[in-house]
């Protein structure tokens, strides 16, 4: 006969590896309603994007491997400020499949929030391993800022090894979600769907059709740093200085007039690039097992 499902089995841990188990985990946490704009979804994908961020293609350091934030090293990084809400937001998701390591699940829970909230399928890949101490942690100061202009911006992508439309793509990012003045200093969100993947943030930000914006964007007056404001579409919303930059630089606008045009291009493009970002200095495992790769004792295996 068969014995009652006791109190352990319901808690016992997912079979190691079930990552459809942890996509659907992931799925189900995205709505939040307290919070924001009622969903983690965008800063999930900030999350992803901020530990793929740092690689640096010269030295083959920094990236999605390693899952850095958790040391103050990293995670205590000003770029970083917020982030911390959605790693917590992950935990419960890494108590119930204690065997996916932090790297994978950070840069997983990416790729299911854009799905989930109507962007393309992202590959993902598993097999990122976890840092053992901060001694692998990038150094801080590689992830852009949005007060600065397009050479910044190429000098931070070009590192990693992408290119302008690569950039450009990449950007689109920003139909996502907002700016938290207690996290960043900028205010607002670029999109009036900020759950919403869509190509939203380019017909906004392009000053030609298919342009959503009558009139042109303007410095907004107020305490904090330099952003852009427009009121077109009812309520305020914002571009960044390196936001404006894509917009004004003669090799960024082309792709951002195409991706406003052409939503296929745009989703297409985007599930390319974001693959390519969260694979950034991976350094494989394929026991997909949380156990610790790297020890000092064992010599830093490579
Ligand atoms: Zn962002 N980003 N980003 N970005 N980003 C913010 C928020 C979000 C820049 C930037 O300075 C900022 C990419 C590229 C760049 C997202 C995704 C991606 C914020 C606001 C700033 C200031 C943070 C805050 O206050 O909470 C700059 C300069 C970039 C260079 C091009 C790329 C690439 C992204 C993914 C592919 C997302 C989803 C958010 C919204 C986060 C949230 O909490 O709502």
């Known amino acids: ?33 307290d919070y924001d704009d009622g969903s983690i979804g965008p800063v999930l994908v900030r999350l992803a994007w901020h530990a793929s961020g740092t690689y640096c293609a010269e030295t083959k350091t920094g990236g999605s491997n390693g899952a850095g934030m ?37 840069t997983l829970a990416g790729v299911v929030a854009v799905k989930e909230m109507g962007g393309p399928d ?42 302008d439309q690569e950039i450009v793509a990449l950007a689109g990012a920003h139909s996502l979600g907002r700016c938290h003045s207690d ?16 190509t939203q943030y380019y017909k906004m930000v392009s000053p030609e059709p298919p342009s959503l914006t009558k009139f042109k964007w303007e410095k907004k007056v107020w305490e904090g740093p330099v952003q852009f404001k427009n009121e077109d579409l009812g309520e305020e919303l914002m571009m960044l200085p390196t936001d404006m930059a894509l917009i004004e630089d003669p090799k960024f606008s082309p792709w951002v007039k195409k991706y406003a045009e052409d939503r296929e291009a745009f989703y297409d ?34």
């Open 269 to 302: 493009d985007f599930a390319k690039v974001f693959a390519k970002l969260i694979e950034l200095g991976v350094e494989r495992n394929d026991s997909y097992d949380s156990a610790p790769t790297f020890s000092k004792e064992a010599g830093d295996a490579k």
């Open 122 to 163: 992202v590959k993902w890949k598993p097999g990122r391993t976890d840092f053992v101490d901060d001694s692998k942690c990038p150094p801080r100061g590689r992830l852009p800022d949005g007060a600065l202009a397009a050479d910044h911006l190429r000098h931070i992508f070009y590192r990693m090894g992408f290119n």
């Open 70 to 106: 958790r040391y103050e090293a990293e995670g205590g990084d000003p770029a970083n400020a917020g982030l911390e809400h959605a790693r917590r937001f992950l935990e419960p998701i890494k108590e119930k499949h204690p065997w996916i390591t932090y790297a994978d699940l950070w």
């Open 1 to 33: 006969p068969s014995a009652p499902k006791t109190q352990k089995d319901a808690a016992s841990p997912s079979r190691k590896g079930d990552f459809e188990a942890v996509r659907k985990d992931i799925a189900s946490i995205l709505d939040q309603p």
């Open 183 to 198: 996290r960043s200093g900028f205010e607002g969100p670029w999109s009036v769907t900020p759950t919403k993947f869509s």
